[in-house]
């Protein structure tokens, strides 16, 4: 949501359930003439969802109102989004024979150690998986290979702290676990197409 006048916007996010939707699944016809790949994608929220979302925020204001409604709330959200254009989605990350879980765990994990250097081979092992598996249900899992993955967290950690902390390059790329400097503007160069002095000049003005 947007304030014209300010341009500011409110941004809400949801933790979901894993178990929650797993037990509606059972419950619910599969739809097998979608075969999407388990990569994340965005999708214009339907009004049944907003609605819901609306009524599980209101409940925040009332111990009592949010002890008793929340849970059926919830579940008809859940609800609407298994029967929406993120039901075959969500089925196949968290179905029965998908690794779904254990790449949500993997990108958790990369999150919490992007600074680190790590081969495949040793993410795999982290995942126990063998590494071609786990290089196939990661890339799935996010369209990027983990390696990739773990770039963009540097780089764009790395721009935030030039931007807000006023970090300059050089102090960035070894802050966010670069030992090169001319790799990090080249690879910076590559994902924001610009160097990162001309880049966070760009936007600072």
């Known amino acids: 949501m947007a ?21 509606l699944s059972s419950k619910m016809p599969v739809d097998n003439s979608e075969n999407e790949p388990l990569a994340f994608k965005v999708e214009k929220a339907s009004d049944e969802i907003l609605e819901c979302f609306l009524r599980l925020l209101g409940c925040d204001d009332d111990p009592v109102k949010s002890k008793v409604l929340s849970d059926p709330i919830k579940q008809e959200l859940y ?33 919490q150690h992007f600074k680190e250097n790590f ?17 196939k249900h990661f890339k799935k899992f996010t369209s990027i290979s983990p390696l990739q ?13 030039m931007l ?4 300059n390059a050089s102090n960035a790329a070894f802050e966010v676990g670069y030992e090169s400097q001319q790799q990090f503007n080249r690879e910076y160069k590559r994902l924001f197409g610009l160097p990162p002095k001309e880049h966070i000049k760009e936007l600072k003005e």
């Open 149 to 161: 993955y773990q770039k963009y967290l540097r780089l764009h950690e790395a721009r935030r702290l």
């Open 3 to 23: 304030d014209e006048k300010k341009g500011n916007f409110l941004a809400l996010s949801l933790h979901l359930d894993l178990n929650l939707i797993a037990q």
């Open 164 to 167: 807000v902390e006023d970090f």
């Open 79 to 111: 609800f609407h989004l298994l029967r929406g254009p993120f039901g075959t989605r969500l089925r196949n990350i968290f179905g029965r024979e998908s690794y779904g879980k254990s790449m949500i765990k993997m990108v958790e994990f990369l999150k």
């Open 119 to 135: 081969s495949i081979d040793e993410l795999a092992a982290k995942a126990n998986m063998a590494s071609p598996t786990f290089f």
